[in-house]
């Protein structure tokens, strides 16, 4: 059965940083692609950055550019977003999400496969 979770969430100063791990169980990771979603409360879903099963291409949302690394470690089965100079609206609820779909660069923030989620907090 395919399942991920998050870890790695946190309550940080802005300015601070987290780093975000999404293990899969269940499939091995380097054959899917792997989005980062967040949630704040009362929003939309809105993707952060995502890693392609084809490539390894990468997205970023502009909002995080220069800030945010996504990478994985297939040996670990884990994909990592590393979170820099972090600011107040960073804050939210994280979650991975999978698709493995041909060619594809970031899943769905619906899709059934997605974490739980992990929660980011930024605040002095």
């Known amino acids: 059965q395919l399942q991920l979770v998050e870890s790695g969430g946190g309550s940080v100063q802005p300015g601070g940083s987290l780093r975000l791990s999404c293990a899969a169980s269940?499939?091995?990771?380097?054959?899917?692609?792997i989005g980062w979603f967040r949630q704040a409360p009362g929003k939309e879903p809105e993707g952060v950055s995502c890693?392609?099963?084809?490539?390894?291409?990468?997205y970023y949302a502009d909002s995080v550019k220069g800030r945010f690394t996504i990478s994985r470690d297939n040996a670990k089965n884990t994909v990592y977003l590393q979170m820099r100079s972090l600011k107040p609206e960073d804050a939210g609820d994280y979650y991975c999400?999978?698709?493995?779909?041909?060619?594809?660069?970031?899943?769905?923030?619906?899709?059934?496969?997605r974490g739980q989620g992990t929660q980011v907090t930024v605040s002095s």
């Open positions: 999400a999978a698709d493995d779909g041909n060619s594809v660069v970031c899943p769905a923030a619906d899709s059934d496969s």
């Open positions: 269940g499939f091995s990771l380097d054959d899917y692609a």
């Open positions: 890693i392609s099963n084809y490539k390894d291409l990468t």
